[in-house]
């Protein structure tokens, strides 16, 4: 299920620049709640698709600040999704809304906003 979860973040990573294939997108929420159902761990795979997919769409940021600081951020970030890790089992139906309180979370803070990975801005 690891190697699932580290798919599924790349192919959400996928959906957006550079290589922008924005229909990869709905296939890595639907592998995403497919794993929350059938995986064990759902602390881990939460935060292994959350880290795979902030770790290759915010790569570009190590050229200018390191690698130090760039898997800082990218630990930060995908701290803040481990709220869907909830969402399991029987309460899947709670995936939704809990992600886009995220999202709107992530868009004020830390330092007002770090809005980069709002699935939103790979649909354009």
Request: aromatic share 20%.
């Amino acid at each position: 299920m690891l190697l699932v979860s580290i798919f599924t973040g790349w192919l959400l990573s996928a959906s957006f620049p550079p290589i922008g294939r924005w229909y990869l997108a709905p296939l890595a929420i639907s592998l995403w709640i497919w794993i929350l159902q059938k995986g064990k761990r759902s602390i881990i795979n939460t935060f292994v698709v959350a880290f795979t997919f902030n770790a290759f769409l915010l790569h570009w940021s190590s050229t200018y600040v390191g690698n130090i600081p760039w898997l800082i951020l990218c630990l930060g970030e995908s701290l803040l999704f481990l709220p869907l890790a909830w969402a399991r089992k029987k309460r899947i139906i709670f995936f939704p809304p809990i992600f886009l309180l995220l999202e709107h979370i992530r868009s004020i803070f830390p330092f007002e906003g770090f809005a980069w990975g709002r699935l939103a801005f790979g649909q354009a």
